[in-house]
């Protein structure tokens, strides 16, 4: 049987001018842990910030930190903010989590010269405990047609929009999409929940797979230009009413507004125009 090295899935920069290389371990224990809701942007409570522990397994050290070992500091290795960079199987970055206040304890020289190592650190919002599956498949193949998330359960599709989000702000991938021209269509038919709804409008404007934002703050700057087409424009939206009695009810901060009130006063500010179905 032919062996096959395993692949690096990751590579480890330090946040600087330079994104100095760190290291590339093979997998990461402890990344994908959390479970951020859509929701939130509506509530009143700040989420609770959380130390991570992850374990780097089959770490290839940069120079840098060998040098560190070197001098006896073997643990408690500050690193400060780090960029997690996730790559596909030729070693593109596909997508990256910064991870701030970050310490690398427990070092562990394994026989092959590579290390296992903790390192400890904070994430503004932790990695969805769902992202990793989807990072893994789209590594090796991006959707090419609308609603593959539809799959995901409601509740857990919030991870389906971090991972488009992440994978559309990269370099790689917004030079690999062309603009999808209009007519825009959004195909409302899946929606859900508010995560549904994200995961609709960023195929309906970027194509499968696509981003159009992930709160509403982030969905009028993608309506101003950040990421897909600039408003204003017509959207086609069918189904609507799955979408009203989904969103409909929903509660936010401002009283006597609903979820889908708000993101219909978001698209009408932008002078968006919906035709719905």
């Known amino acids: ?22 290291g590339s ?3 990461i224990e402890g990344l994908y842990t959390g479970s951020p ?13 959380r130390m991570s522990c992850l374990r780097l397994l089959g770490l290839n050290p940069s120079d840098q930190l060998v040098e560190s070992w070197f001098r006896g500091e073997s643990t408690g290795i500050e690193l400060g903010n780090i960029w997690i960079n996730i790559l596909d199987p030729t070693g593109r970055v596909i997508g990256a989590y910064l991870a701030g206040s970050a310490e690398l304890d427990a070092c562990v020289v394994k026989g092959d010269a590579s290390i296992d190592a ?7 919002t932790e ?16 959707p090419v047609s609308k609603n593959d998330w539809a799959g995901i359960p409601p509740g857990r599709r919030e991870a389906w929009v971090e991972v488009a989000g992440r994978y559309g702000w990269t370099v790689e991938a917004k030079d690999a999409r062309r603009p999808v021209a209009g007519p825009y269509v959004l195909e409302g038919e899946n929606i859900q929940d508010l995560a549904s709804f994200y995961c609709a409008i960023g ?6 797979g696509g981003y ?17 087409q600039a408003a204003p424009f017509s959207l086609e939206w069918h189904d609507f009413g799955t979408a009203r009695e989904a969103l409909g009810a929903l509660e936010t901060h401002v009283p006597g507004k609903s979820v889908l ?5 978001c698209l009408a500010h932008r002078r968006v125009e919906i035709v719905r179905r």
Not at 40 to 47: I, K, Q, T, Y
Not at 127 to 142: R, V, Y
Request: hydrophobic share 35%; net charge negative.
């Open 118 to 124: 903790e390192v400890h650190c904070y994430f503004t």
């Open 37 to 49: 809701g859509t929701l939130e942007e509506f509530s009143d409570v700040e989420p609770e910030v």
């Open 203 to 208: 195929e309906a404007i970027n194509g499968p």
């Open 127 to 142: 990695p969805h405990a769902g992202a990793g599956d989807i990072w893994e498949s789209w590594a090796i193949s991006p």
């Open 25 to 27: 371990p093979l997998d």
């Open 212 to 228: 159009y934002g992930s709160n509403l703050a982030a969905l009028d700057d993608c309506l101003s230009g950040a990421l897909g």
């Open 261 to 265: 009130d708000l993101i219909l006063e």
């Open 1 to 22: 049987m032919e062996y096959r090295e395993p692949r690096v899935r990751f590579t480890v920069s330090a946040d600087d001018e330079e994104d100095s290389h760190l």
